[in-house]
């Protein structure tokens, strides 16, 4: 029982693909070396083609092409052969679609959240240019309204004493005649009227304030803090400028080129060429002697 089971399953079993063509390549008495030459395979390949082992051999499109030109050597038809091999597996599904959609999303945000923080940054780099330019000063406007304000002091000075000259005139031409000691009642007291002279309190004025012109014959660089501490004086003066200020001595200077620059005090030149060339010249007014 068991033989004749064992000879209808052998009767039964159909060669594989590989057998086949080794059948076909043996009947018509070629080697493998002859039939590895026109197909530009290795004898190898051509072994694992014959042995079935396709997936050492490439895509099952590759070994079917292989199959074919195998078939067209040897004058064998290769459709039945062909039919024998299993179709191409089809192409699995990405898995991951899910993942990638997330993904896609994600860099969306990330991209608005980018762009969003590029728009703030620009709005506070704008603000912050605007308030610069309105709070920004030129500095010959500066100086300019330096020189406006020292003037204006100037003339107030100016004015002041002839102010308290007609005052303390005033008073006088108003005074009564004071009668004498033995004249007046003893709930009268006796009034006694202290004047200053006119000339010094101009002189106690002028000894306040003193005056700085500076003639600019060349473009040069200048910074003046008066006595208290006050800058009354700073920029790029261009030449044949003129500047003229007024403070409390004494005054700290510095210039860019001093070489380019006449200067008066108080109407007196003062001599500045001792100071070395081509350096920033500090120095206070009036000179020390």
């Known amino acids: 029982m068991n033989e004749e089971n064992i000879q209808t399953q052998t009767q039964t079993e159909q060669p594989t693909v590989g057998?086949?063509?080794?059948?076909?390549?043996?009947?018509?008495?070629?080697?493998?070396?002859?039939?590895?030459?026109?197909?530009?395979?290795?004898?190898?390949?051509?072994k694992r083609l014959e042995n079935n082992e396709f997936a050492l051999l490439g895509p099952i499109t590759f070994v079917k092409g292989y199959i074919k030109n195998y078939c067209r050597e040897l004058k064998v038809d290769s459709a039945p052969i062909l039919a024998m091999m299993p179709a191409p597996p089809e192409p699995t599904k990405p898995e991951n679609m899910q993942s990638f959609s997330r993904r896609t999303e994600k860099e969306a945000n990330d991209s608005r959240l980018m762009l969003f923080s590029y728009l703030i940054l620009a709005i506070v780099i704008g603000l912050s240019a605007l308030w610069f330019w309105q709070n920004a000063t030129p500095i010959e406007e500066q100086t300019s309204n330096i020189n406006v304000a020292n003037s204006k002091m100037s003339e107030r000075q100016a004015a002041q004493p002839s102010f308290l000259q007609q005052q303390q005139q005033a008073e006088i031409d108003d005074e009564p005649l004071l009668e004498p000691q033995s004249a007046l009642t003893p709930s009268e007291p006796e009034v006694v009227v202290e004047t200053t002279p006119l000339a010094s309190i101009s002189d106690s004025q002028d000894d306040s304030t003193s005056t700085i012109v500076m003639n600019f014959n060349d473009e040069s660089w200048v910074e003046i803090y008066d006595g208290e501490g006050e800058k009354i004086a700073f920029g790029v003066k261009k030449a044949g400028y003129i500047m003229t200020v007024s403070g409390t001595p004494p005054f700290s200077v510095v210039l860019g080129k001093h070489d380019v620059v006449n200067i008066t005090l108080n109407g007196e030149p003062v001599d500045v060429s001792a100071f070395p060339l081509n350096r920033l010249a500090k120095f206070t007014l009036p000179l020390a002697e």
């Open 19 to 46: 057998q086949i063509l080794k059948n076909h390549r043996e009947q018509a008495n070629v080697s493998i070396a002859t039939i590895a030459a026109p197909l530009k395979l290795s004898e190898l390949q051509i």
